[in-house]
């Protein structure tokens, strides 16, 4: 199985690259994020793979960061999501937006992905808030609330209405989620309604 590959870019399509590791290329398929991070051909490269095999094929994805690739083998967990759909979710939605997304339960943000329609993007951000924790989330939320540090099911009360209030204002409901999270982090879980929504408006505008 392999784990990682290291060596130069040849060539990058629109859904996968082709790296060249000693004189052998490999196709590796990857979210548009990541192809968009390799560089022009000949730049070095290094990047995680997660390997598939099949009985007519063995596929090699790759990913620029472990959290991404820990993200991508949670989505292939939900029902009706395969490679495809993951990496097309992982094309729009960076972990730490997916992170903000699953948190905020943000299905509308889900669904901007390619061949991703309301149904399953309610199914992601519904199981995927049970599965998330267990995702060594590293840099991922390192700028913004983690989904242990204001959990998900405590989003009722004051933080789910600040964050509907910002919805109505025009953010994205992943948006809001994450900027009403970080208050809460600093003004303590028992902050007011009022505070909630104009100091998240204060950091939605930094």
Do not use: C
């Not at 199985?1 to 629109?14: F, H, P």
């Not at 979710?89 to 299905?107: F, H, M, T, Y």
């Not at 390619?114 to 995702?135: C, F, H, T, W, Y």
């Not at 809460?184 to 909630?196: S, T, V």
Request: no cysteine; aromatic share 4%.
């Amino acid at each position: 199985m392999i784990g990682k590959l290291t060596g130069v870019v040849d060539s990058v399509a629109s859904d996968a690259a082709i790296i060249d590791v000693g004189g052998v290329g490999y196709v590796v398929h990857a979210s548009g994020k990541t192809l968009g991070r390799l560089g022009a051909r000949g730049s070095a490269v290094s990047l995680m793979i997660d390997t598939h095999v099949r009985e007519d094929a063995i596929s090699l994805f790759g990913f620029a960061e472990t959290v991404e690739r820990d993200w991508f083998r949670a989505l292939l967990n939900v029902q009706g999501v395969g490679a495809k759909v993951a990496l097309s979710i992982l094309s729009v939605l960076a972990p730490d937006e997916l992170a903000r997304a699953v948190a905020a339960q943000d299905k509308a943000a889900v669904a901007r992905a390619n061949g991703v329609g309301p149904k399953l993007a309610q199914r992601v951000v519904s199981e995927m808030k049970d599965k998330a924790g267990g995702i060594n989330l590293g840099a991922a939320l390192a700028a913004g609330s983690t989904i242990d540090a204001v959990p998900v099911n405590g989003a009722d009360g004051p933080m789910n209405d600040a964050v509907s209030a910002l919805v109505n204002l025009g953010y994205r409901r992943a948006e809001a989620y994450g900027a009403v999270a970080k208050v809460m982090q600093k003004e303590g879980a028992a902050a007011p309604l009022n505070d909630l929504i104009l100091k998240g408006l204060k950091e939605l505008s930094q």
